[in-house]
């Protein structure tokens, strides 16, 4: 095994991007080597479309994801092409830290270690490297940081997906019970940015601060605008549904090649969530009243017709 004599080992924060899956930004560790000119980024959000079954696995919640190695100025430019704006977070870790924290990544690249059961909530891109550290370190990481202290995953997902917009609406109505437990201490640190925060203010167990000087910034959330949200749509839906039902009241006669395609939508729908809840183990989803939303909707405002 190549052994690097380790001088810097920082931990980077990449901001949001456009699509849904890189909203919530992205972590990963950097490792350099200046006297042999060696400059890697370790990335625990590696995977690919080019296994069995992939949807399938994906669907079942069992996508498998994997330690990568990038050299840092690939890493940069790619997310600067993203117009995403990468934060560095030096440690302030002694040469024997720094060598065991490189040690153990280079482990963990080993073929028969590098993939790992990704789960957005308990083990992703941000936990695999806090929980490295953790444990090279002496499990003596301590932080003030608790600015989602008490919220609930529900809430604290919704604020990077963007308040009342479809995504939102979308992940909220597969979303079950669980999601709305109350989140405590390193409950949090799954999403990028609360580690980043979290590790800015830690410190070792003597009161060595863990992160040398380094400039950090809060994610930018952009606003949804008021015509992507999906009360517009509910009201759309309404307006549709309603006209429809008194169409048919005036004319006397069901236009049931209306309701069709509905139904059929809400049958899979729920087919869906049926089976994430019983027979995946994606976290926090389950049943919640957001699902019956739309068909019951649809059943009241074509009573208009059917109770005529």
């Known amino acids: 095994?190549?052994?690097?004599?380790?001088?810097?080992?920082?931990?980077?924060?990449?901001?949001?991007?456009?699509?849904?899956?890189?909203?919530?930004?992205?972590?990963?560790?950097?490792?350099?080597?200046?006297?042999?000119?060696?400059?890697?980024?370790?990335?625990?959000?590696?995977?690919?479309?080019?296994?069995?079954?992939?949807y399938w696995k994906f669907v079942k919640g069992e996508t498998y994801y994997q330690l990568g190695i990038d050299p840092t100025t690939w890493f940069l430019e790619e997310n600067e092409m993203e117009h995403r704006t990468v934060y560095e977070q030096p440690l302030n870790l002694s040469k024997e830290q720094a060598e065991a924290v490189t040690q153990a990544l280079w482990t963990n690249f080993r073929p028969e270690n590098r993939?790992?059961?990704?789960?957005?909530?308990?083990?992703?891109?941000?936990?695999?490297?806090?929980?490295?550290?953790?444990?090279?370190?002496?499990?003596?990481?301590?932080?003030?940081?608790?600015?989602?202290?008490?919220?609930?995953?529900?809430?604290?997902?919704?604020?990077?997906?963007?308040?009342?917009?479809?995504?939102?609406?979308?992940?909220?109505?597969?979303?079950?019970?669980?999601?709305?437990?109350?989140?405590?201490?390193?409950?949090?640190?799954?999403l990028p940015e609360a580690l980043m925060k979290y590790m800015q203010t830690a410190t070792l167990a003597d009161g060595t601060p863990l992160v040398k000087d380094a400039h950090i910034e809060p994610?930018?959330?952009?606003?949804?605008?008021?015509?992507?949200?999906?009360?517009?749509?509910?009201?759309?839906?309404?307006?549709?549904?309603l006209s429809m039902s008194l169409?048919?009241?005036?004319r006397n006669k069901w236009s049931w090649y209306f309701d069709l395609p509905f139904?059929?939508?809400?049958?899979?729908?729920?087919?869906?969530?049926?089976?994430?809840?019983?027979?995946?183990?994606?976290?926090?989803?389950?049943?919640n009243w957001r699902l019956f939303l739309f068909p019951l909707l649809h059943l009241c405002l074509r009573l208009i017709y059917i109770v005529r």
């Open 263 to 287: 139904v059929i939508i809400y049958v899979l729908l729920f087919a869906v969530v049926i089976f994430l809840t019983f027979f995946s183990i994606h976290p926090l989803v389950g049943f």
């Open 1 to 54: 095994m190549f052994k690097l004599l380790v001088i810097y080992i920082s931990l980077l924060t990449c901001s949001p991007g456009q699509e849904l899956y890189s909203r919530y930004g992205h972590t990963a560790l950097r490792v350099q080597d200046t006297e042999r000119h060696v400059d890697f980024v370790f990335n625990y959000g590696v995977f690919t479309f080019n296994t069995d079954n992939f």
């Open 247 to 250: 169409f048919d009241l005036r």
């Open 115 to 190: 993939s790992y059961l990704y789960n957005f909530v308990f083990d992703n891109c941000a936990t695999r490297p806090y929980y490295l550290l953790k444990h090279v370190l002496g499990d003596t990481i301590l932080s003030t940081y608790n600015e989602w202290e008490g919220v609930t995953y529900r809430r604290y997902i919704q604020h990077y997906t963007g308040k009342d917009s479809w995504e939102d609406f979308a992940i909220n109505m597969i979303f079950g019970t669980r999601a709305d437990k109350p989140m405590t201490g390193e409950d949090v640190l799954f």
């Open 219 to 241: 994610f930018v959330v952009a606003p949804i605008p008021w015509y992507k949200t999906w009360y517009v749509g509910l009201v759309v839906f309404i307006i549709v549904v």
